[in-house]
Each structure stands twice: as structure tokens, then as C-alpha cells.
């Protein structure tokens, strides 16, 4: 055989065959009385068998040879599409081409203060899911994210040791926050910025010498459309 004994290739692609040699220990090169028996349909996936055989003058027959062509099937693509809304990402993105009974997942991430909303496979809503992954691909489909602000929500807690103290007295409040990045106390005695901690802070550097009314209040802010949310408290002395 000329060339290799096994030869594969994807249908509809054009096959010519390498052929084969002979020679004879008398009648020298007999290469033209190679007869083929067989042949190979590119449009049809499938295992082809090419048989040479040859004689001499005499009518003495060589072995027969074979050569296998493997005519593979086109594989069959799918095109799933992913996007997402702002304030978040979704990957891979765009248009993906995936081969029939292949597995595609997607990662859905939201961007600082914000949340995943809702997923949408196929026009229909999965939920707040991270992921997602289109098993055995049979057909196109389509997949989006949207993404909405975290809620900022403030807890200040009542001043310490009670919301009504002596001349003379010192206080402290404090406090919890979810979906801020930064919180900032302030009043009529005293400011801090206190990040995004429930750290207690006092309510002045020492004892309240003067009666009255003070306040303290919380305002809370994060990196998103999320409304500033503020919580005040009240002191007497």
C-alpha cells in the first residue's frame, strides 16, 4: 500500500486514494494490474474497506491488501446566547457555539453592592442562582441575568448605659449594618467615621457635664443605588 492503512476524514470532504504498488520476481512491475474492489462515499459516515489484489502473467495472486476509510459525521453545533444587565456579568457571554450532547455551564457574578436577581433560561425564571449548566445540548437556547441594589438595613442599638444618664456620666451606643460600606455616627456632641463596623464609640471624650438633649445618628452608604439609610437615637442628661 501506498500511504497508510487507515485513513479517516469528515464527510462531505473530498478523498483520493494513494493506491498501491506490485512487482513480481519475474514479470518485474505489475503495479497496472492492480485491480480495487470497494469504494468510499464522503457524503455517508460510515467504515469503508478498499481490497487490492493483483496477478502475475502466470496467474499466481499476491495477498490481497486492505486499506479502512472512516468517514466521520459533521458534528452538529448549537448556539447558546448569555448577557446580562448592568451592575453585574455573566460568563462566558455572548454567543457560544456547543456540540450536540455537550454540557455548557455559566457563572453568574454581581458586581459590589448588588445581587442577582433572577436568571433566565429559555424564558423562564430560575431564581438567584451563581450558576447554571445546559446539559446534553440538543438545541439552541438562551440564558440572561439582571442584578438589583443589596438594601442597606441599620440597627442602632440603644445608648449605654441607658438612654438617660446623670450629669456627670459618660455613654455609648452602637450599632449593625448590612449592605454598607461605609457608616458614619454623628450628633450634637460628637462625629466619627466608623466604616462599616458596630464598633461602640463614645458619645463624648469624657463625662456629660451639661443637661440636655443629645442625639446620635448612623448614616449608612454603599457603592450602589441603594438609598442612604440613617437611624438616630436620643440621649438625655
Known amino acids: 500500500l501506498l500511504g497508510s492503512s487507515s485513513?479517516?476524514?469528515?464527510?462531505?470532504?473530498?478523498?483520493?486514494?494513494?493506491?498501491?504498488?506490485?512487482?513480481?520476481?519475474?514479470?518485474?512491475?505489475?503495479?497496472?494490474?492492480?485491480?480495487?474492489?470497494?469504494?468510499?462515499?464522503?457524503?455517508?459516515?460510515?467504515?469503508?474497506?478498499?481490497?487490492?489484489?493483483?496477478?502475475?502473467?502466470?496467474?499466481n495472486q499476491a495477498t490481497p491488501v486492505t486499506r479502512t476509510v472512516t468517514v466521520l459525521a459533521i458534528p452538529v453545533t448549537?448556539?447558546?446566547?448569555?448577557?446580562?444587565?448592568?451592575?453585574?456579568?455573566?460568563?462566558?457571554?455572548?454567543?457560544?457555539?456547543?456540540?450536540?450532547?455537550?454540557?455548557?455551564?455559566?457563572?453568574?457574578t454581581a458586581s459590589s453592592g448588588y445581587a442577582i436577581a433572577s436568571v433566565i433560561v429559555d424564558g423562564v425564571n430560575q431564581g438567584a442562582i451563581s450558576s447554571y449548566t445546559f446539559t446534553n445540548v440538543q438545541a439552541a437556547h438562551t440564558i440572561s441575568a439582571t442584578f438589583a441594589a443589596i438594601p442597606i438595613t441599620v440597627t442602632l442599638n440603644t445608648f449605654s448605659p441607658s438612654s438617660t444618664i446623670n450629669v456627670g456620666q459618660s455613654a455609648s451606643i452602637s450599632f449593625s449594618s448590612t449592605g454598607a460600606t461605609n457608616c458614619t455616627v454623628s450628633g450634637n456632641i460628637w462625629n466619627a467615621d466608623l466604616g462599616a463596623t458596630g464598633t461602640p464609640v463614645?458619645?463624648?471624650?469624657?463625662?456629660?457635664?451639661?443637661?440636655?438633649?443629645?442625639?446620635?445618628?448612623?448614616?449608612c452608604t454603599a457603592p450602589n443605588t441603594a438609598p442612604v439609610t440613617s437611624v438616630t437615637r436620643t440621649l438625655t442628661v
Not at 520476481?25 to 457524503?43: F, M, P, Q, Y
Not at 456579568?89 to 455551564?105: C, E, R
Open 7 to 59: 485513513v479517516t476524514l469528515n464527510a462531505n470532504t473530498s478523498y483520493v486514494d494513494q493506491g498501491a504498488t506490485a512487482t513480481d520476481n519475474i514479470d518485474g512491475n505489475i503495479t497496472s494490474r492492480i485491480s480495487v474492489s470497494g469504494s468510499v462515499n464522503t457524503a455517508v459516515p460510515g467504515t469503508y474497506t478498499l481490497t487490492y489484489r493483483v496477478l502475475d502473467a502466470a496467474g
Open 78 to 108: 448549537f448556539s447558546l446566547s448569555a448577557s446580562s444587565g448592568s451592575n453585574g456579568s455573566i460568563s462566558p457571554a455572548g454567543l457560544t457555539s456547543v456540540t450536540q450532547g455537550n454540557n455548557q455551564t455559566y457563572t453568574i
Open 202 to 219: 463614645p458619645v463624648s471624650t469624657g463625662p456629660i457635664n451639661v443637661a440636655g438633649t443629645y442625639t446620635a445618628t448612623v448614616t
